[in-house]
């Protein structure tokens, strides 16, 4: 071997690209990544998987399916190259600058569980999704909602939600598992399940609340947020999902 080689089992690959065992082994099944070395009776993954398992993500963060990935690996799909080449891999420093905020505030972010990035390298990187949020967290803060109790409300949700977004994992991939389309199929569905499950709980919370707030104002409390959201009883909130 030589001296610089560096070799990955199986789960240590998984763990440095930020995947699970089975999503690396179900690449390799659909032709989107290489099969290891066989060693022995042991089979032995390269840095050149790790990067292409980096690649792949990176793709698969721009909007692509897994079948438009396999185009590209196959030199098909040409008309996805600008897209591709395109998708920016942004540091802390350029999501601060794009969204108008100290580098402090995306670090707190990121402290508290609100940005998710991707590590590439040993390195935090995000898309353009970051800078969105980045900008909405900017917009309630200027509306004078204290920022560091906006954070700390935030950060309890994102605490809070992991039990119920492991239930969600579970629904959809029951959901998936019981259905005999193809792989490309497939994808088209989970484009059009995860929007839509967006837009059902960002719509949700939003009646809840203003339910909610109107609920207190007849027991006496909140009677000034009550006041404001009434109007909000006529109306509806749409919640816009696109993949980019």
């Keep these: 071997m030589a001296e610089n080689y560096?070799?990955?089992?199986?789960?240590?690959?998984?763990?440095?690209a930020g995947l699970s065992v089975d999503t690396v082994r179900y690449y390799q099944k659909i032709g989107i990544l290489e099969p290891p070395e066989r060693i022995g009776r042991h089979s032995e993954y390269s840095s050149r998987h790790l990067d292409r398992l980096t690649e792949i993500r990176r793709l698969a963060d721009a909007g692509l399916t897994l079948s438009q990935i396999s185009e590209l690996s196959e030199g098909r799909g040409e008309e996805l190259h600008p897209l591709v080449?395109?998708?920016?891999?942004?540091?802390?420093s350029d999501v601060a600058k794009q969204a108008g905020v100290p580098e402090g505030l995306v670090t707190l972010?990121?402290?508290?569980?609100?940005?998710?990035?991707?590590?590439?390298?040993?390195?935090?990187?995000?898309n353009e999704s970051a800078v969105a949020m980045v900008r909405?967290?900017?917009a309630i803060s200027n509306a004078g909602v204290p920022l560091e109790e906006l954070v700390a409300l935030a950060?309890?949700?994102?605490?809070?939600?992991?039990?119920?977004?492991d239930k969600a994992?579970?629904?959809?991939?029951?959901?998936?598992?019981g259905l005999n389309d193809s792989q490309e199929d497939l994808v088209d569905v989970v484009h059009t399940?995860?929007?839509?499950?967006?837009?059902?709980?960002?719509?949700?919370?939003?009646?809840?609340?203003v339910t909610r707030a109107l609920e207190k104002a007849e027991d006496g409390e909140y009677h000034?947020?009550?006041?404001?959201?009434?109007?909000?009883?006529?109306e509806d909130l749409v919640v816009t999902c696109t993949w980019h």
């Design 6 to 16: 560096v070799s990955f089992r199986v789960d240590a690959l998984a763990s440095e």
């Design 85 to 92: 080449n395109s998708v920016p891999a942004l540091s802390r």
């Design 109 to 126: 972010l990121c402290d508290n569980g609100l940005l998710q990035p991707v590590i590439v390298k040993g390195s935090p990187r995000f």
């Design 136 to 138: 909405a967290g900017l």
């Design 155 to 165: 950060s309890e949700h994102a605490e809070n939600i992991d039990d119920i977004t």
């Design 169 to 177: 994992i579970e629904l959809f991939d029951d959901h998936i598992r």
């Design 193 to 209: 399940l995860l929007p839509a499950v967006t837009r059902l709980v960002a719509q949700h919370f939003y009646r809840t609340l």
């Design 224 to 234: 000034s947020l009550a006041e404001t959201l009434r109007p909000s009883i006529t």
